[in-house]
């Protein structure tokens, strides 16, 4: 590969962190270290996809919850949401409709079996960081506060919840989420479970006054 030498100036404490991060293995110097933060950083997009996911029986009356979320996304600057629906998706579409009065691009997805199947097939419209809300939990959350927990802590996915008990609420998702979906039906809570006793997820503790 080839390289070019450079000379640069650093300020002292921005160069003491970026020293931390060698550990030689992974990062073996200073210019490796340099070399693959730059990339990391080049690579990276802020988060402006994101899935709601209001399947089942209680879709309609969680219709209200998916809409406020919308609103929010709106305002912290996603431009797409995808809401993956179920049984009563036509019923669903009908009254959220395109987006186009809330200024937001929404499409629709009736595919997958269980919440995880839903999501997984959704794997090729997903290539950077993004959102997925359960609408049976409506807890809120600070978006900003939670994409930058995510990202500070470099996690597969990090999971908002009030309840660690089942871990209902709102993900912050890396592509590479989707390789630990099985296949069929699955649930994101049991995933997420797995994923965390493994260390490739992390909890962000919602505390509801």
Known sequence: MDRERITISVQKSVLHKIDKVIDGSKIRNRSHAFETLALEALNSQPANNAVILLGGDKALKAVPHAIDFIKK?????????????????????????????????????????GSGGALAALKQKLSNTFIV?????????????????????????????????????????????????????????????????????????????
């Open 133 to 209: 809300y359960n609408c049976e939990d409506s807890a809120d959350v600070d978006l900003a506060k939670l994409l930058d927990f995510h990202q500070k802590h470099r996690s597969l996915a990090t999971a908002a919840v009030a309840d660690l008990s089942d871990l209902q609420g709102i993900y912050v998702l890396e592509p590479g989420f989707f390789e630990i979906i099985p296949r069929g039906f699955s649930m994101l809570p049991d995933i997420l479970e797995k994923a965390i006793s493994l260390d490739k997820a992390i909890v962000y503790p919602i505390f509801e006054e």
């Open 73 to 113: 996304l709106k305002n912290a600057g996603f431009e797409h949401i995808t809401i993956a629906v179920g049984f009563l998706g036509e019923k669903v579409k009908e009254t959220i409709g395109d987006g186009s009065d809330l200024g937001i691009e929404i499409s629709y997805s009736d595919k997958g079996e």
